[in-house]
């Protein structure tokens, strides 16, 4: 091989190695960091860049997109003295590669410290109840002093999350049985509540019934008493008229004194009748009344006022109307017979009760002495002397 093609290959090889030197490719959202003489010189963008070879080196290459960072968990102690285990996330950019370079030697390291102290700080001030409800309050806490301290390091905290608060298992347990005894009592309560709501509802609705029934009864009872009030007008009205036909009727009739009497007879029997009647006292006027019916029979056809003589038959015309006399004279003695039958029977029972309660009765009520044959001496058929 000649010594010139070996300087050739040399010569291809420093231009090479010169190209290399000079240009640089910088990929999409990163940023290279060039130094010259180990002094910051500029920062390439993305994209061709040429730099001065052997002079400029591109130190750091700074990713610009934004970043997620799990931290492992880190036992954190609450206000009630328990201990906690707290797993954090957080999402951060780099804004400014310089600075993120030549501030921070390591800004991971110290975002992951930084977020550990200050956790530590927030939830040491609260008890395990609040710090198990409140992450909200502690996320934009932490993202607050997190962003406020990696503003120099050219670091933005765009969010930071827990991923998980694990209290110990005993407190773990403790919490278990809160939570079904809260739980248990929740639904005691709302089975309670439905038992409440459905008695309520039941006594509505008896209440309602009870309330539908009484109007019914007393709507009932109102048809009832009009019906009733109804029923008694129209009897009233038909027994008044009735008495005023049956008035009317007498008053056409013209009843004299006899005809009363003898009534007052008739009913004499009726009223001695029952088993509850004990005494019977005859008043003093029936004396009178049988006077009146004595005249009034002696009044009749065929029978004279006064005989003279001895008793003999009166001719009373054709034997036909002698016959129809003798028999309505004859009902009649038979009837005024049982009358004064009854009479003297009601008077020998009030002697037996006046004797009984030593003359309680009044001296007035007398039987006056009447015979017993009617009145009528002899043959019905004939007059006798009165």
């Not at 409440?196 to 539908?212: D, F, N, P, Y």
């Amino acid at each position: 091989m000649s010594p010139a093609f070996i300087v050739l290959i040399v010569l291809v090889v420093f231009v090479v190695a010169l190209l290399a030197r000079t240009v640089r490719i910088v990929p999409q959202a990163r940023a290279g960091i060039v130094e010259r003489f180990g002094k910051y010189k500029a920062s390439l963008p993305a994209g061709l860049n040429i730099v001065v070879p052997f002079v400029d080196k591109v130190r750091y290459m700074i990713d610009l997109r934004e970043q997620v960072v799990s931290f492992p968990p880190q036992p954190v102690i609450t206000e009630d003295n328990l201990v906690v285990s707290i797993d954090t996330v957080i999402y951060f950019q780099v804004t400014d590669p310089v600075a993120a370079t030549y501030e921070i030697a390591n800004y991971i390291q110290a975002v992951e410290q930084l977020t550990m102290t200050t956790l530590r700080n927030i939830v040491g001030g609260m008890d395990l109840e609040q710090a198990l409800t409140s992450r909200d309050e502690i996320n934009n806490r932490l993202r607050g002093v997190l962003d406020e301290a990696t503003g120099k390091w050219g670091i933005r905290v765009n969010r930071v999350e827990l991923k998980g608060i694990d209290p110990p298992p005993s407190i773990k347990d403790s919490m278990e049985k809160q939570m079904r005894a809260d739980r248990d009592k929740r639904a005691a309560i709302l089975t309670a509540e439905g038992q409440r709501q459905s008695a309520i509802l039941t006594a509505e609705g008896g209440k309602q019934a009870a309330i539908l029934n009484a109007e019914g009864d007393r709507e009932s009872l109102i048809l009832r008493a009009q019906a009733d009030r109804e029923s008694r007008i129209l009897k009233a009205q038909g027994e008044g008229q009735a008495i005023q036909t049956v008035f009317q009727a007498i008053h056409d009739g013209r009843p004299d004194q006899s005809l009363l009497a003898y009534q007052y007879l008739q009913m004499m029997p009726k009223i001695a009748e029952g088993s509850a009647n004990k005494v019977w006292i005859v008043p003093s006027e029936i004396g009178r009344a049988l006077e009146g019916l004595g005249s009034t029979m002696t009044s009749m056809q065929g029978i004279p006022d006064k005989v003279d003589g001895p008793l003999t038959r009166v001719d009373m015309g054709p034997a036909e109307a002698v016959q129809s006399d003798d028999a309505a004279l004859t009902n009649t003695h038979q009837e005024v017979a049982a009358a004064i039958a009854a009479a003297e029977a009601s008077s020998d029972l009030r002697g037996r009760a006046s004797q009984g309660l030593n003359g309680a009765l009044p001296t007035d009520a007398t039987t006056p002495d009447i015979p017993t044959d009617g009145g009528v001496g002899g043959d019905p058929g004939e007059p006798s002397a009165q």
